[in-house]
């Protein structure tokens, strides 16, 4: 029975987890930039009702991920001219384009609302797939789920390792010194941007077109804000932020076992479990992390003015 239970729990965590570390490693690459998008689970809404709406109007799931991942990288390019163009507050812009998603995806999913798809199906990997308990709960996932650490090893290698991300994570720290130094800390923003979105879009498909396969409306369930919660417990590295999405996916999980179980608690209070304990982390651990924080983080950036 515990076998069961654990090997139950391990595996929703790996499924549900993935959306969400999809969009903390959007979020790690823009906070590096500087920039703090509190607009993200607005990004994840609008990938999750596209991504949806493509696929069931062509009949393929792939194409419905790509529609998501570049709808919600114009969507981060549209907070992106209002916080580096037009130099606007970036918590009240964020918040603003959180509200515009909410309604936006509400919009463009009010016709798909209870009507079925064919989403991203498993893919057992031969061979690995059919190992006694650790086959079924590592190797018999969708696309997204194996493609999610390789992307958070990618993110890591541009950030650390390239000179893009020694580029980008100068504009972090101090967006005048990447100028004095002859970069243009808004282009770079721009392209955090871009590519936090696409991840955020990939993330919010996973949930609809692979996790769920059905839309409703704000079916993210504040995960946008738990990935910003996420990126400061990761101490804005995109490994650790493996670690962070896989332990709010297993609270998840977690959770929702103990509903299925039958357990005589109230399901509002079993909902609140991985909210509250990812605030419990978030003050136990991210409270000794503050130095981690791009010390630009948040700043408006006034060029040469």
Same mark, same amino acid.
């Given at each position: 029975?515990?076998?069961?239970?654990?090997?139950?729990?391990?595996?929703?965590?790996?499924?549900?987890?993935?959306?969400?570390?999809?969009?903390?490693?959007?979020?790690?690459?823009?906070?590096?930039?500087?920039?703090?998008?509190?607009?993200?689970?607005?990004?994840?809404?609008?990938?999750?009702?596209?991504?949806?709406?493509?696929?069931?109007?062509?009949?393929?799931?792939?194409?419905?991920?790509?529609?998501?991942?570049?709808?919600?990288?114009?969507?981060?390019?549209?907070?992106?001219?209002?916080?580096?163009?037009?130099?606007?507050?970036?918590?009240?812009?964020?918040?603003?384009?959180?509200?515009?998603?909410?309604?936006?995806?509400?919009?463009?999913?009010?016709?798909?609302?209870?009507?079925?798809?064919?989403?991203?199906?498993?893919?057992?990997?031969?061979?690995?797939?059919?190992?006694?308990?650790?086959?079924?709960?590592?190797?018999?996932?969708?696309?997204?789920?194996?493609?999610?650490?390789?992307?958070?090893?990618?993110?890591?290698?541009?950030?650390?390792?390239?000179?893009?991300?020694?580029?980008?994570?100068?504009?972090?720290?101090?967006?005048?010194?990447?100028?004095?130094?002859?970069?243009? !800390?808004? /282009?770079?923003?721009?392209? +955090? &941007?871009?590519?936090? *979105? %696409?991840? =955020?879009?990939?993330?919010?498909?996973?949930? @609809?077109?692979?996790?769920?396969?059905?839309?409703?409306?704000?079916?993210?369930?504040?995960?946008?804000?738990?990935?910003?919660?996420?990126?400061?417990?990761?101490?804005?590295? !995109?490994? /650790?932020?493996?670690?962070? +999405? &896989?332990?709010?996916? *297993? %609270?998840? =999980?977690?959770?929702?076992?103990?509903?299925? @179980?039958?357990?005589?608690?109230?399901?509002?209070?079993?909902?609140?479990?991985?909210?509250?304990?990812?605030?419990?982390?978030?003050?136990?651990?991210?409270?000794?992390?503050?130095?981690?924080?791009?010390?630009?983080?948040?700043?408006?950036?006034? *060029?040469?003015?």
């Amino acid at each position: 029975m515990i076998e069961s239970l654990l090997k139950g729990i391990l595996t929703s965590s790996i499924v549900s987890g993935t959306s969400l570390l999809y969009a903390t490693l959007g979020e790690v690459l823009t906070q590096r930039a500087g920039i703090v998008n509190l607009g993200l689970e607005g990004a994840l809404l609008i990938g999750a009702s596209v991504g949806f709406a493509a696929t069931l109007e062509t009949g393929n799931p792939l194409l419905g991920i790509l529609a998501a991942a570049l709808a919600a990288a114009l969507f981060n390019l549209a907070f992106g001219y209002l916080v580096i163009t037009r130099r606007a507050n970036q918590p009240a812009s964020g918040l603003t384009m959180m509200f515009l998603g909410t309604g936006l995806s509400a919009l463009i999913g009010k016709g798909y609302v209870g009507r079925p798809i064919v989403g991203l199906g498993k893919l057992p990997i031969p061979g690995l797939a059919q190992l006694p308990w650790v086959g079924p709960v590592f190797f018999n996932h969708d696309l997204l789920v194996y493609l999610v650490v390789p992307a958070a090893v990618l993110i890591w290698w541009l950030l650390f390792r390239t000179r893009w991300g020694l580029g980008v994570r100068a504009v972090g720290e101090s967006p005048t010194t990447a100028f004095a130094a002859g970069r243009q !800390p808004g /282009w770079l923003q721009y392209q +955090a &941007l871009f590519i936090a *979105g %696409l991840l =955020a879009g990939v993330g919010g498909a996973h949930l @609809s077109v692979a996790y769920t396969l059905n839309w409703s409306e704000g079916m993210t369930a504040g995960r946008g804000f738990i990935a910003i919660a996420l990126v400061i417990f990761s101490k804005w590295h !995109p490994l /650790w932020a493996i670690a962070g +999405a &896989l332990l709010f996916g *297993g %609270l998840v =999980a977690f959770q929702l076992q103990l509903q299925a @179980s039958g357990m005589d608690v109230s399901p509002f209070l079993l909902n609140m479990v991985p909210y509250v304990l990812t605030i419990l982390v978030l003050m136990i651990w991210g409270g000794r992390r503050r130095h981690a924080a791009p010390a630009g983080l948040g700043q408006v950036y006034r *060029g040469t003015e």
